[in-house]
């Protein structure tokens, strides 16, 4: 499965930013569970919100809990992370993901630069 991830960019602290992904290949079966994962500089990837596809069911990290919004348009074969309040604490490269399990990707996609300055 290919994911294509976009709406990455340069804001300021307390600015918003929404991500996108979308999959090349045809529809997502709902038994799968698509979500975001991110890398800061020198970090390790952390897991930032999934979806289940099929209810829509979403499940967040503690850190982004109240700021940020994970959705999905089924026609579309799209997820997307709303992201509000950015901090500098949320700098990284956001990876798309998919799934059959909780916190464990089997595809990821190409990565979307988020930077926040303070």
């Known amino acids: 499965v290919q994911l294509q991830a976009s709406g990455g960019g340069l804001v300021a602290t307390g600015d918003s930013l929404r991500l996108s992904c979308t999959t090349a290949?045809?529809?997502?079966?709902?038994?799968?569970?698509m979500g975001w994962f991110r890398q800061a500089p020198g970090k390790e990837r952390e897991f930032v919100a999934e979806?289940?596809?099929?209810?829509?069911?979403?499940y967040y990290a503690d850190s982004v809990k109240g700021r940020f919004t994970l959705s999905r348009d089924t026609a579309k074969n799209t997820v997307y992370l709303q992201m509000n309040s950015l901090k500098p604490e949320d700098t990284a490269l956001y990876y798309c993901?998919?799934?059959?399990?909780?916190?464990?990707?089997?595809?990821w996609g190409q990565g979307t630069q988020v930077t926040v300055s303070s």
């Open positions: 993901t998919r799934g059959q399990s909780l916190r464990s990707p089997v595809s």
């Open positions: 290949s045809g529809r997502i079966f709902s038994s799968a569970i």
């Open positions: 979806v289940r596809w099929g209810t829509g069911r979403t």
